[in-house]
């Protein structure tokens, strides 16, 4: 099971930092975002061994993902936020290393969190 946190509402140019526990191992973790209307989309993941992260462009030089692997969290800092960022953020569990080669993809994950939502007010 994965449970995320820490979505709410802020500014545009503001801050929000989502995290997200799984109950047991995982071999990397990521973070899905969808927009009302819109299809889901990737948006970052950390894979553990590796040490590797991987960001969508759209959020390069604006979001950290970072974790612990010994705990199975995993932590997305979300810093210049702008409206187009609001979303609901999910989080998602590796179980086999798939992210090293397709970390965008959804089918890289085996399970999925509920969802937090993000609003950046204009």
């Known amino acids: 099971q994965l449970q995320a946190s820490g979505g709410g509402l802020v500014e545009t140019g503001g801050s929000l930092r989502l995290s997200c526990a799984a109950s047991?191992?995982?071999?990397?973790m990521g973070w899905f975002r969808q927009a009302p209307g819109t299809e889901r989309e990737f948006v970052a993941a950390?894979?553990?061994?590796?040490?590797?992260?991987y960001y969508a462009e759209f959020v390069k030089g604006r979001f950290t993902i970072s974790g612990d692997k010994a705990k199975n969290t995993v932590a997305l800092q979300m810093n210049s936020l702008k409206p187009e960022d609001t979303a609901v953020y999910f989080c998602?569990?590796?179980?086999?290393?798939?992210?090293?080669?397709?970390?965008?993809?959804?089918?890289?994950?085996?399970?999925w969190g509920q969802g937090t939502l993000v609003t950046v007010s204009s």
């Open positions: 998602a569990a590796d179980l086999r290393g798939r992210i090293v080669y397709y970390p965008a993809r959804g089918s890289s994950y085996h399970y």
């Open positions: 950390i894979h553990w061994s590796r040490g590797s992260t």
């Open positions: 047991g191992r995982t071999a990397g």
